[in-house]
């Protein structure tokens, strides 16, 4: 989050930051911190739109990022298997933002589907922006925000 208000700060009057670019590099160190203490295993593939977008709209966007990858590391892949976490974010011609992270891990146990405060974190910060949270968990989990652009 910290990178965020640099990149505001950095340039004069920059009032929106370009979230793709920003995302990769977030999901990036995320998954290079986690494997410092756990060992390399996790495959990470960020295919993200170009978009600028204002603080407002940037911050909660990417503490869901941050909160859905963070449990798709620590939780998705308990016996060590081989991990793979995709992350996309698109920019639709519906004028909306959609951001994907999905593994292919041990997918989400029934009764945390409802009720958890991290499903409760995504939720209010995706209200905060006027958006969204679907939760998909067959093969692995899927987390998915859609909010207005």
């Known amino acids: 989050m910290a990178e965020i208000h640099e990149r505001l700060y950095r340039a004069q009057g920059l009032q929106e930051i370009e979230f793709g670019g920003y995302l990769g590099m977030l999901c990036r160190d995320l998954v290079a911190s986690f494997e410092a203490t756990h060992g390399p295993r996790v495959r990470l593939e960020v295919n ?3 978009a ?3 603080p407002d709209q940037a911050i909660p966007l990417a503490l869901i990022a941050n909160e859905a990858l963070t449990n798709a590391l620590k939780y998705a892949f308990p ?3 081989s991990s793979r976490i995709d992350v996309v974010f ?3 011609l519906s004028s909306l933002l959609h951001l994907s992270i999905a593994d292919n891990g ?3 146990p029934t009764k945390r589907r409802t009720g958890s405060l991290s499903l409760t974190l995504l939720e209010s ?3 905060q922006i006027g958006g969204g949270v679907v939760i ?3 093969k692995g989990t899927r987390v998915t925000v859609s ?3």
Request: glycine letters at 8%; aromatic letters at 4%; charged letters at 25%.
């Open 90 to 92: 698109r920019h639709s």
């Open 48 to 50: 993200a739109d170009e």
């Open 147 to 149: 909010v207005p652009a």
């Open 52 to 54: 600028f977008l204002k």
């Open 136 to 138: 998909a968990s067959e």
């Open 125 to 127: 910060l995706a209200e």
């Open 79 to 81: 016996n060590g298997q």
């Open 106 to 108: 041990v997918g989400l």
